[in-house]
Nanobody
């Protein structure tokens, strides 16, 4: 059974930095797109950043220039480097991956989430 496990969340002051990690493990054939989403209290879950298998990133306008997404395909791990964080970045951050179990069978899976709190 494939699992995605996030780590690295916590409390950080505004203007500071934080790095999130997410490792996928289990019966993985390959992973196509990996990404990070977030959900703040009372708000819908929104895309933060995604990265394809070739390393091409895509960012939400609200984090462009501040966050960097990267991945290590050998480790089935995706990272989110957060810098110049703002109080509005406070949310539960979820990792997601388009996981292939075989060349033709895949599913979109999610991690359990990690809390990021930015204090002003």
């Amino acid at each position: 059974q494939v699992q995605l496990v996030e780590s690295g969340g916590g409390l950080v002051q505004a203007g500071g930095s934080l790095t999130l990690s997410c490792e996928a493990s289990g019966g993985i054939f390959m992973i196509a797109v990996m990404g990070w989403y977030r959900q703040a209290p009372g708000k819908q879950r929104e895309m933060v950043a995604t990265i394809d298998n070739g390393g091409g990133p895509n960012y939400a306008d609200s984090v462009k220039g501040r966050f960097t997404i990267s991945r290590d395909n050998a480790k089935n791990t995706v990272y989110l480097q957060m810098s110049s964080v703002k109080p509005e970045d406070t949310a539960v951050y979820y990792c997601t991956g388009q996981i292939y179990f075989s060349p033709t069978k895949w599913d979109d899976l999610w991690g359990q989430g990690t809390q990021v709190t930015v204090s002003s």
